[in-house]
Each structure stands twice: as C-alpha cells, then as structure tokens.
C-alpha cells in the first residue's frame, strides 16, 4: 500500500508537470498590464509571425537584388541601398524576442487608452485593411501595375508611432485579392499561425492609426514661424570671417552664393524658407526663434558646419506645412503613449526559456 501510495504520487506530480507544460505555462502572462495578463503562448506566435514577415521581406530584397545590374550606375546605386536594408533587417531579426514583448504591452495599452475613449476597430475595417493591404479597393482606381504574388505586410518591431502609410501596389480584382489571400493563409498556416491571430494583428495596427488620427486631430494646425538665411562653412575662423564682412554690409546673399557649403541652399542665397521650431536640429532653432528680423546671428556650430543665420521675417500664427505637421501629429502621439506607460502598472515576466525556438530558414 506504502509503494502504492508512492506511486500515485510520482505519477501525480508527472501529471502535473505534464499538464502545466501543456497547458498552465502557455497561458502563463510574459506581462501583465494594468492587471491584464498577455499569454506566453500569444507572445511565442508574435515572435514567430515577425520573423515570418521579416523573412519574407528579405527574401523579396534578395529577389529584387538579384535581378539588379551592377554594371549600371543607377542600379548599382540601388543595390547598395538594398544591402544595406538587408543589413538592417539582420539586426532587426535579432531583437524580435525583446521587440515583440515591448509591442505587446504597447498594444494593450493602445487597447486601453482606446477603450476610455470608446474607440474600436470593426470587422468590417479589419477586412479593408487586409484587402487595402493586397492592393484590393472596393472602388477602383486606373491601375498602374499589376500584382503577381501575395504581399505580406512587414512589421515595424521597434515603432512608438504609426507613419502615415504610402500606398505601394496597384488596385487588383477580388478574385485577384482572393487568390493571394489564400496563399498567404496557407503560408502562415505552414509556422502555425491562424487566420485569427492575422486578424488580431491587424486590428492592432488599424487601432494604433485610429488614435494616431485622434491624437492628431488635436494638434495645432498653426504656430509661430521664421524665414530664415543661412551661411554655412567648415570652420569657425571661416565663419567669424565671413560674419565680419556681414556686420560690414555686404549683402547676405551674394555672400551665401559665394561661401557657402551648404548645397541645399547656396544657389538660392541661403534660403532657408520658413520654417517652425525643429526639434530634430535644436541649435539652428533655437537661434532662429531669437533673432529679431533684419538681425545676423553669431556662429553657431550644427551638424552641417559653423553657420551664420538671418532672420528674414516672423510670423507669430503661420500654418504648418504638412511634413512639419505630421511630425507634430507624431510626437502628440508619442507623448500620449509615453503618459499611458508612464501612469501604466506593467509587470515585465519576459525570459529566455519563453522564446519559441527559431526554426525557419532562408
């Protein structure tokens, strides 16, 4: 009876170990999020659909850099820009098991921030995002090229922010569009990946430009701007010398014509045009906005050179144009999701043992 019990208790503990392999560590939460667990076993599939895509997209890198002549300088040019993407793509492939984690917790948090606002996606959105990605519109337009082989959508793993998209194929037929869905299904299917789980994912992108629209919206279309000149050359002697002969009146643009390294604005007397406060170019900024019209600036160093700025005109409410807009429109949408983790509740319980093994090849 003694050995029985024993056993029963082997056998009992094997169970159990089987069973919480089987099914209690797949639904383990990787994170929890505001008391919301995401799945180990969800997580495991977003690490195998990203490698999936990216895979794809490397290989139709690899199809297209084949066909290239080298001999040709345009084509040669291409390649190159080819390779280096392929370089990058190697390096985003690597941090797919961390990146895949942190997208997750922004989704729910995306989910969440949404939720409050009573913002969803339809069924009905989800399938025209699937047949807008493939090229399919339900009210065509005059086609340019035709489609020849399903099209998967490739990940953005490190994004905080949704760009807006730029449409890169041409509209095809339903049937068309049927065809290509399927065989990309089929695919999906082969590394374990349901129809479902593709549709989740794409709720997620169509939710996360939902709000990137929203938070946009609340964006100021107008603020203050300059028009500014620049002058910009490769050492501050050069520079200071060049400021002398500015304080002694000659003429900005002829000097911008003649001095000048900056081949964007040279021809044009260092034309700048107007612009809005660039958060990418601090220094250059910052003096533009303190100038009076009319005034030189001292030499300041950027990333072009040493330059010398002046400032043309001032206008306190100008409206943006759509680039500097959409920058804007990007940041709104970054520091609302950096509030959102920032007042978030998030239990990381991420490790090596959890990431599903890498088993495709190309």
Partial sequence: MGAGAVLLLVLGILGFGYYEMKFLKPASPVAVVNGVPLRTDEYQKMVIFQRFTLDQYHRNLEGQLSQLDN???TEAWIANLFQQELAQIELQRAQIPSQALEMM???ELIRQGAQERGITVTEEEIDRAIEESYGYQREPVTPTITATEPITPTPTITATE???PTPTLPPITKEEFERLYQQSLAALAKVGISEGFY????????LRSKMWEVIGREVPTREEQVHVRRIVLETKEEAEAARERLVAEEDFATLAQELSIDEATKENGGDVGWMAFDERDIPFSTMAFQLAVGEISQVIETARGYEILKLEEKDENRELDPA???RRKNAAFSRWLNDLEAK??????????KVPPDTSAR
């Fill in 105 to 107: 917790i922004e989704d």
């Fill in 344 to 353: 978030a509740t998030i239990e990381r319980h991420w490790s090596e043992e």
């Fill in 324 to 326: 500097t807009l959409e």
């Fill in 199 to 206: 549709r989740d994912t794409i709720q997620r992108g169509s």
């Fill in 162 to 164: 949704p760009t807006t």
């Fill in 71 to 73: 001999s040709d300088e």
